[in-house]
């Protein structure tokens, strides 16, 4: 359970990620998998973030293009529409929250940043259906997560088969971030892509082996929030998973995760602060 202790330069202050830290989602798509997630109005969203940071998160995940396996496919011209708004809004009131984007396109990304001072770009695709995203966090020189996916979020469930999975998904990490430090990304966070191209069953193999990203030596972002791999296992629904949700955050955070993107800021805050409590006295201790 050992932190290294890692920094994310955001627009030269260091967000320190020595214990790990809560990314709360807001979604600003009309069919998130998790309904009580939607936000329809510029009101909506603006509550959403201020009850965020009030019960402690660090910063907000903003996403207009939903990736739930039924997603329907939008334009670029429509993700942006979505976003002006909701990212207007959120800049205007709260002008010092760090904003990562949910994106996997290079021009909403670079738009965002230049239009809306968007700190982080998170994109679930890891680069591979844009070819110049890399080149464009590179230039815009901002925190860049990089998921692990096969596919798209329409195809993604059905490429699930793996000879061996855990290396594939390394292999997948290591080519791309050797790629992205070439190009002279420096702040990089890598997410293991939950539920994205994985089965329930491999979800919990992935979980169980999260150690060996470790050895990769960059920040791994954890996003499990009220997904599949809880609500199918009780056959239940997404708005029922938020016990399993912060089961599986305090499993996360013991197996390295730094980053909790989760739809429940203060129940993760909680599991954060009762994790490092005991992740201390988990250290070598004189007697």
């Known amino acids: 359970m050992d932190f290294?202790?890692?920094q994310l330069n955001i627009k030269g202050k260091l967000l320190d990620l020595s214990s790990p830290i809560v990314m709360a989602i807001v979604n600003v798509t009309p069919d998130s998998f998790?309904?009580?997630?939607r936000m329809k109005t510029e009101k909506d969203v603006l509550k959403a973030v201020d009850k965020a940071l009030k019960d402690g998160a660090s910063m907000?995940?903003?996403?207009?293009?939903?990736?739930?396996?039924?997603?329907?496919?939008?334009?670029?011209t429509e993700e942006m529409e979505r976003l002006v708004k909701p990212l207007k809004a959120i800049r205007n009131h709260f002008p010092d929250v760090i904003i990562s984007l949910d994106t996997f396109r290079s021009?909403?990304?670079?738009?965002?940043?230049?239009?809306?001072?968007v700190n982080i770009i998170n994109d679930v695709s890891g680069g591979t259906l844009d070819d110049r995203?890399?080149?464009?966090?590179?230039?815009?020189?901002?925190?860049?997560?990089?998921?692990?996916?096969?596919?798209?979020?329409q195809t993604m469930q059905q490429l699930t088969d793996y000879e061996n999975m855990m290396a594939e998904i390394l292999d997948f990490f290591v080519k791309r971030t050797a790629r992205l430090v070439h190009l002279g990304?420096?702040?990089?966070?890598?997410?293991?892509?939950?539920?994205?191209?994985?089965?329930?069953?491999?979800n919990y193999e992935l979980l169980a082996k999260m150690n060996y990203f470790k050895e990769l030596e960059?920040?791994?972002?954890?996003?499990?929030?009220?997904?599949?791999?809880?609500?199918?296992?009780?056959g239940t629904t997404p708005e029922e998973a938020l016990n399993g949700t912060t089961a599986l955050n305090v499993l996360g955070m013991m197996n390295g995760a730094n980053i909790l993107r989760v739809h429940d800021v203060k129940e993760a805050v909680e599991a954060v602060k009762i994790f490092s409590l005991y992740q201390r006295y988990q250290q070598p201790q004189r007697l």
């Open 4 to 6: 290294i202790p890692f």
């Open 34 to 37: 998790y309904s009580l997630s």
């Open 60 to 76: 907000i995940d903003v996403g207009a293009y939903s990736t739930r396996p039924t997603s329907k496919h939008i334009s670029e």
């Open 107 to 117: 021009g909403v990304a670079r738009w965002a940043v230049e239009n809306f001072d």
């Open 133 to 153: 995203m890399f080149e464009t966090v590179a230039d815009l020189q901002i925190p860049y997560v990089l998921m692990h996916m096969k596919g798209t979020p």
């Open 185 to 202: 990304v420096k702040d990089i966070i890598i997410d293991p892509g939950f539920g994205f191209s994985k089965t329930t069953e491999q």
């Open 218 to 234: 960059f920040p791994i972002l954890y996003g499990i929030s009220r997904k599949s791999m809880i609500y199918k296992l009780f």
